[in-house]
């Protein structure tokens, strides 16, 4: 019987320590998702929430410029989306892996592959494995990596200059609010 005790307690105990981390992500978003919606201006911004995500869309459209045009040669007019992925903290050993992985696949993106398949390769690779941008933490120590996605990595550019400047400014003040990584 003292077995089975056991086994309930250490049962109850892990499932009180998932809950713990993710009600600490949930504050964390919710902590992050305040401080947005008071800087950034919501008849320009809208800012919508999800377990482990913050979407910060404006209300404005852009034009993106891909690398080849569309046929009439006129740009993508479309919403400039940001999201904001929380997870639980990537340790160091693998954030330095993933990172020297990455650089391998930079390299051979600018300095030439040897094939069109190795650089298709080496491409998606990047897109399929981000390093987080940012780091933040949590009340009870908790840390967490923030992977950072803009709709902008479809595009060569965006404009026209002013709205270019208010993307840029909003993506500063996201910046301003974590602890940044990587890019």
Request: hydrophobic share 40%; charged share 30%; no cysteine.
């Amino acid at each position: 019987m003292k077995i089975f005790h056991l086994i309930l307690l250490s049962i109850f105990s892990f499932a009180e320590l998932i809950h713990a981390e993710e009600s600490e992500l949930a504050h964390a978003v919710k902590y992050h998702v305040e401080y947005l919606r008071e800087s950034l201006d919501d008849e320009r911004w809208s800012i919508s929430v999800s377990d482990a995500t913050i979407v910060v869309e404006s209300r404005f459209d852009v034009e993106g410029y891909s690398i080849s045009v569309n046929l009439d040669g006129k740009p993508t007019m479309t919403k400039h989306r940001i999201e904001l992925l929380f997870t639980p903290e990537l340790p160091k050993e693998e954030f330095v892996k993933l990172a020297q992985a990455r650089l391998e696949r930079l390299t051979i993106m600018r300095y030439g592959a040897k094939t069109k398949e190795e650089y298709s390769d080496a491409r998606k690779f990047l897109v399929d494995n981000p390093l987080p941008r940012y780091s933040a933490g949590g009340r009870l120590g908790h840390s967490f990596s923030i992977y950072f996605k803009s709709s902008e990595s479809r595009f060569r550019g965006i404009g026209p200059l002013d709205i270019y400047k208010e993307v840029r400014a909003a993506e500063t003040l996201i910046d301003s609010n974590f602890w940044k990584l990587a890019e």
